[in-house]
DNA sequence: GGCTTTTCTTGACAGTCGTCAAGACTTTCC
DNA sequence: GGAAAGTCTTGACGACTGTCAAGAAAAGCC
């Protein structure tokens, strides 16, 4: 954008470009609320621009094609979400602490950010079909392994035993889980939440070893 | 179609509706491969004629719309699949052959339908957007759950012990584990049905109480 | 054989899609 | 002030979508 070097050019440089990227998450939230409640298969450029407040043009100012937006979109989603109970991990004082916290903060969320859970698990899906989010998702993936496995390992600490699987077989776990109370909560099971954090405090009571 | 009633009618009546209900299954495994290889998001029905022998106009002379069609494959999908470990069940004499047969079968699976079950989880998401596949995939759902609790309750039998987990939480756990490992699968990691078969096995293991 | 019914193809329709270019508007800078 | 750069809107493009109607082709019937 600008190959001046004086520090006046910098300064506004650097201003444009937050100003830039400010907008691009801006626009990049609305697409966020759009796909969320509409799905991968059925979300156009042209519905995010009018979930926001500007014309479908002004899209291919901040990204390249849809591809980058929904890939910016993902990224977005994912700094938001990554670290959801490290607070529950560090305030737990005790492994019963830990272990009821984490129930409650799963149902909280599966009650508060149903759509965006629906929105993730859709595109993790499309990420099996296309190339071209495949990197991203398995990123995020991975992240979502490494948050769970601070729940699990430290509630294995707290309470004085190993955990009896490996990180990925427990992210496995309380994905499945949490994605069968999804389906349960967003077709109307009015239990769904309140099952999940009872299946979630009982399963991960049993990963790790009695002693 | 027909409303004399004479037997030579008759018999006319259900060769034409066999015949009819046989182009539809043969379209339906027509759109159930396409949307496989392309996922529901970017299949079109003109894509799923040009995977038969057909034009895509005849599609809506054996289904109303696009919604039957792929309730249609959804519903021929489910019927192959949902006794995938039924012989497995019946077959095994010990404990430790039904687990061993288990996780070789779910591996087995993994390798050999993999797209297909990228399908299903496509579809299944779909049903938490559209309303219209919503009964279908619930359906099939409860049908797997049944068919993974004739695992795990046969093998609780086999093993002298009850199972730990309710029918629920078991094919949650194990329909984590298999998307966990489909994920790998189809992104290139060489040890995903290996991975798969060794942490059925072992899950298997602990959803029984030791006694 | 001809007649009727079923089956399938062709071509068109109205609409939507992602993309992009031309230009208007706004902001920034000297 | 005016020039320049950045930002946004508008309208168009070619391609693609699901749907449907008209009629060709095939099969079944007497």
Not at 53 to 74: M, Q
Not at 138 to 160: C, H, N, P
């Amino acid at each position: 954008m600008t190959q001046v070097s004086s520090k006046s050019q910098e300064r506004l440089s650097r201003r444009q470009v937050d100003k830039f990227s400010e907008r691009r998450a801006q626009l990049a939230a609305s697409a966020l609320q759009t796909l969320s409640e509409l799905g991968y298969a059925r979300t156009s450029l042209r519905e995010i621009a009018q979930n926001s407040e500007f014309s479908h043009g002004v899209l291919h100012y901040y990204f390249r094609d849809k591809v980058e937006l929904i890939t910016h979109c993902v990224r977005q989603y994912k700094a938001e979400c990554v670290t959801r109970y490290d607070r529950i991990v560090v305030d737990a004082g005790s492994a019963e602490e830990l272990r009821q916290g984490f129930g409650a903060a799963m149902a909280a969320t599966l009650r508060e950010d149903a759509t965006l859970h629906r929105l993730w698990y859709d595109l993790r899906n499309q990420g099996l079909f296309e190339e071209s989010f495949r990197a991203d998702v398995l990123d995020i993936d991975q992240s979502l392994e490494r948050m769970i496995w601070r729940v699990v390992s430290r509630y294995a600490e707290l309470a004085g035993s190993p955990p009896s699987v490996s990180p990925g077989v427990a992210y496995a776990i309380f994905d499945g889980l949490f994605q069968q109370a999804l389906l349960g909560y967003l077709t109307g099971r009015d239990s769904a939440a309140a099952d999940l954090q009872t299946n979630v405090e009982q399963v991960l009571d049993q990963l790790v070893v009695r002693t």
